[in-house]
Every structure is written in C-alpha cells, then in structure tokens.
C-alpha cells in the first residue's frame, strides 16, 4: 500500500515538473509570433483590449498607479503595457503564454495574483490579436526592440 502512494507521489511530481516546463501547452512559445503589422488583427485587438484588459490596464495602456508595489492583500497591482511598463521585455512567446494561462502559471505554486489566464474566454487568433494592438502601441525602436528579443537575440 506504501510503494502505492509513493509511485503516486512521485508521478505527481513528474507531472507538476513538467506542467512548470509547459510541455503540455500546445503552442510553443517560439513559433508564436505577434502579427502587430496585421491591421485587421490589431483592430479587432483594440476592441477585445477595451472590453476585456483595460479595467485593470488602463484604457491607454497606463496601468494601475504604483504598480511596482504591491497592495494590501499582497497581489501587484497592473502593469503598464505602454512603454514605460515591464510587458515589452518579454519575447512574443511569453507574452502569449502569460495571457492565455495566467501569472500564477509562472509563479512558484500559490502565487495570488489578479492576472488571470484568458483560455476560457479568447482564443488563440484574439489573444495575438489584442497583444498585436499592445505592441501596435509602442514607439517604433520599442518594437524593433521587442522584434530582436522575440528572434532568441535580445
Ligand atoms: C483583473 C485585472 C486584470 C485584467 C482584466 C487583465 N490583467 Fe493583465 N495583469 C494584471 C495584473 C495584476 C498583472 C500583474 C500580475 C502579477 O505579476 O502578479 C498583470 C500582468 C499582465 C501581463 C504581464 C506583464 C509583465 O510585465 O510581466 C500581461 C502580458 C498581461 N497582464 C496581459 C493582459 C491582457 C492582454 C489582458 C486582457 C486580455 C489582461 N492582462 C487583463 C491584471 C489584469
């Protein structure tokens, strides 16, 4: 009965590795590309973005004051997704991976966060095109700097 819930135990933890790994996710982060040069996608993402993303991120991408400190309840307030925020620091892969799954996806086991995953709610197609219209945002050298870093040479 032991060796029973020990194999479980440790298929358990086999499993959690390599959920944390993301092999089970279906889209590869670097064949995920942004496609901010896509008029249509970017349009539709301005819509997805103001209904779904700019409570907390602001209608112009400002985010929420202090954002760098947390609130009272420990979770960090929303990030800026303009240039002046951290989300340009992450390659087109992560950027897709953090909104469909959510932050605590990357975070050590019981992070609490009010970033939670929109697999449920968009699709692949609306999640690149809302971040299109981020990235459509942000001055022209931010782009080419994001477009460097996504290539695996940032
Ligand atoms: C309920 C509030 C809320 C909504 C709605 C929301 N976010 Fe967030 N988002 C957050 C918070 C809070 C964080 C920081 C979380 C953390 O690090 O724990 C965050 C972080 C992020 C990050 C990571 C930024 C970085 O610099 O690491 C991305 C990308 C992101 N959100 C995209 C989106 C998109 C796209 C939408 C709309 C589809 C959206 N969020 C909707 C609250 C929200």
Same mark, same amino acid.
């Given at each position: %009965?032991?060796?029973?819930?020990?194999?479980?135990?440790?298929?358990?933890?086999?499993?959690?590795?390599?959920?944390?790994? #993301?092999?089970?996710?279906?889209?590869?982060?670097?064949?995920?590309?942004?496609?901010? +040069?896509?008029?249509?996608?970017?349009?539709?993402?301005?819509?997805?973005?103001?209904?779904?993303?700019?409570?907390?991120?602001?209608?112009?991408?400002?985010?929420?004051?202090?954002?760098?400190?947390?609130?009272?309840? #420990?979770?960090?307030?929303?990030?800026?997704?303009?240039?002046?925020?951290?989300?340009?620091?992450?390659? +087109?892969?992560?950027?897709?991976?953090?909104?469909?799954?959510?932050?605590?996806?990357?975070?050590?086991?019981?992070?609490?966060? +009010? %970033?939670?995953?929109?697999?449920?709610?968009?699709? +692949?197609?609306?999640?690149?095109?809302?971040?299109?219209?981020?990235?459509?945002?942000?001055?022209?050298?931010?782009?080419?700097?994001?477009?460097?870093?996504?290539? #695996?040479?940032?």
């Amino acid at each position: %009965m032991k060796w029973a819930i020990l194999a479980l135990a440790a298929i358990g933890s086999v499993l959690a590795i390599l959920q944390g790994a #993301g092999v089970f996710h279906q889209n590869r982060p670097e064949t995920v590309r942004i496609p901010y +040069d896509d008029h249509a996608a970017v349009a539709q993402g301005g819509i997805i973005y103001a209904n779904a993303c700019a409570s907390c991120h602001g209608k112009n991408l400002e985010g929420q004051r202090n954002w760098r400190e947390r609130k009272a309840n #420990g979770r960090l307030p929303a990030p800026p997704h303009n240039e002046e925020g951290h989300t340009w620091h992450h390659p +087109d892969g992560e950027l897709f991976e953090i909104t469909k799954y959510g932050t605590a996806a990357f975070a050590p086991p019981g992070y609490q966060t +009010d %970033m939670l995953g929109y697999e449920e709610l968009l699709s +692949d197609r609306e999640i690149l095109s809302v971040l299109a219209f981020i990235k459509a945002q942000w001055p022209a050298h931010i782009r080419e700097r994001h477009d460097i870093l996504s290539r #695996g040479k940032g």
